[in-house]
């Protein structure tokens, strides 16, 4: 495929290819873990991951925890499996099928833009979620970013 470039033109591609790779990959927006603003409890990304994943029901304050996830498709989403999860979000819907086919889980629920999430976790003491930081809000508390 690349016999009749000379070495000049074949660097300039590479270059090109590389310079478009590192830019789509600067693009990715940092993720913000939100709770409601009277949750007092701390969390690492360990535990962050296990509510996720619906190994952690509870917070270290005997909250019951509600996972609230970004629509499928939304950015957040992706950005969140792979930062927290350290999965795919086909990997993690992978997952979670495998559990409500089995009876042993039920999915986080979806909201469909980081407004929805923010009311929502407003108005609801065990809910946590995660939203691009630049649509963070005073009516919700952040306790990590990726």
């Known amino acids: 495929m690349f016999k009749h470039y000379n070495k000049k033109q074949f660097s300039i591609m590479f270059t090109a290819m590389l310079v478009g790779m590192l830019s789509t990959h600067s693009v990715s927006a940092e993720i913000a873990v939100i709770v409601n603003s009277a949750n007092g409890s701390t969390l690492d990304k360990n535990s962050i991951?296990?509510?996720?994943?619906?190994?952690?029901?509870?917070?270290?304050?005997?909250?019951?925890?509600?996972?609230?996830?970004?629509?499928?498709?939304m950015n957040s989403r992706d950005e969140f499996n792979k930062a927290v999860i350290g999965r795919s979000s086909s990997q993690v819907n992978a997952y979670w099928s495998k559990l409500v086919f089995t009876g042993k889980g039920s999915m986080p629920n979806e909201l469909s833009s980081d407004a929805e999430i923010i009311a929502t976790i407003s108005s609801n003491k065990g809910a946590i979620g995660y939203i691009n930081s630049s649509s963070v809000t005073d009516a919700v508390k952040v306790i990590a970013k990726f």
């Open 49 to 73: 991951e296990r509510i996720f994943m619906g190994k952690m029901k509870k917070f270290p304050n005997g909250q019951v925890a509600l996972p609230m996830n970004a629509s499928k498709g």
